[in-house]
């Protein structure tokens, strides 16, 4: 009880009621428990880069996130047959991910009478940045929603995250990806990914500004995993501006990386740098900006795939 009372303290400013909190300690039983056969978990891998015969080494080293204790499990392949991944470029899209760069939502397979060993179950997979590393047990995976409060005081929590392997909900004032987000990559679809579109963030809370009676929490993304397969390149198609003599057709990205018309301009002076981006990524670019000068960004190549 001294827990909800201290949280229900915290917010009582942005009028938060105690039933939209959830105590800190009030987990779902499989919260201290292991990936197992009946109970379906998040998981995170590593590649098993023993030499020995398949299928006894070779495949994933697994293990659930958010537990007390980190106890990896070997898993001799992955079986997507029961997930939404039924194309090989999308099965590609994780068995191509670097260590601890996938999110797995499964459980384990049948034993397998031969080896002893046991295939992943597959149900939904998220694939994080490139190049990005989250640090255990230092962040935490969460799901991240927005969320109409009724709010008296300043600051006012818009945004709730939910602890995964838990019922734990925690109010917040906003979402920080810039940690995840390597050089030209969009922050902003980035984070409409994780409020919108089902990504998973890793991450921690920090103190932001002071804002009225209190100071704004803020969840400080380590790494943010975008759900698959990712539905980016389903864009609409847009005709151009009729533009006079002169000027150029002006472009803009929205939050799912779509080129959008931004009227007519141009005639400023551009600069010819070409910028290069991180492996794993591609170097997109528009004609957009106050002058009609060319943009760039840099998008997860697991994207265009």
């Known amino acids: 009880m001294r827990t909800t009372l201290l949280v229900g303290l915290l917010f009582v400013g942005c009028g938060v009621t105690e ?4 105590e800190v300690g009030d987990e779902v039983s499989a919260a201290q428990g292991e990936l197992g056969t009946s109970t379906r978990s998040y998981v995170v891998l590593r590649r098993d880069v023993r030499r020995c015969v398949a299928p006894l080494c070779g495949g994933y080293w697994a293990h659930d996130v958010n537990r007390a204790t980190v ?7 992955l079986d ?7 194309m090989p470029e999308h099965q590609a899209d994780v068995t191509g991910a670097a260590d601890f760069e996938v999110v797995l939502y499964g459980k384990l397979g049948p034993q397998e009478s031969r080896f002893n060993t046991r295939t992943f179950l597959v149900t939904s997979a998220w694939r994080g940045m490139p190049g990005v590393k989250f640090t255990e047990p230092a962040d935490t995976f969460y799901r991240v929603q927005s969320v109409n409060l009724q709010c008296f005081a300043a600051p006012c929590a818009t945004l709730r995250a939910t602890k995964l392997h838990t019922t ?6 906003d979402l920080d990806v810039s940690r995840a987000a390597l050089q030209l990559v969009d922050q ?3 984070t409409f990914r994780a409020l919108e579109k089902d ?12 804002v ?3 100071r704004e929490k803020i969840l400080d993304a380590s790494q943010v995993f975008i759900h698959l397969p990712d539905m980016t390149q ?8 009729q533009c006079p003599a002169g000027k150029v057709n002006l472009w803009t990205r929205n939050e799912n990386l779509c080129h959008m018309p931004a009227g007519c301009g141009g005639g400023g002076a551009c600069a010819a740098y070409v910028p290069g981006c991180a492996d794993g990524y591609s170097l997109v670019s528009w004609v957009g900006g106050r002058f009609g000068c060319t943009q760039y960004a840099c998008d997860p190549a697991f994207l265009n795939d």
């Open 71 to 77: 106890k990896e499990t070997y898993v001799s392949a």
């Open 19 to 22: 039933a939209e909190l959830t």
């Open 80 to 86: 997507f047959s029961n997930s939404n991944l039924s």
């Open 234 to 241: 389903s864009c609409p198609r847009v005709a151009p501006a």
């Open 199 to 210: 990504a998973l963030v890793a991450g921690r809370f920090v103190d932001g500004a002071l």
């Open 212 to 214: 009225g009676v209190g």
């Open 168 to 173: 734990s909900k925690v109010p917040h004032h």
């Open 188 to 190: 902003n679809w980035l």
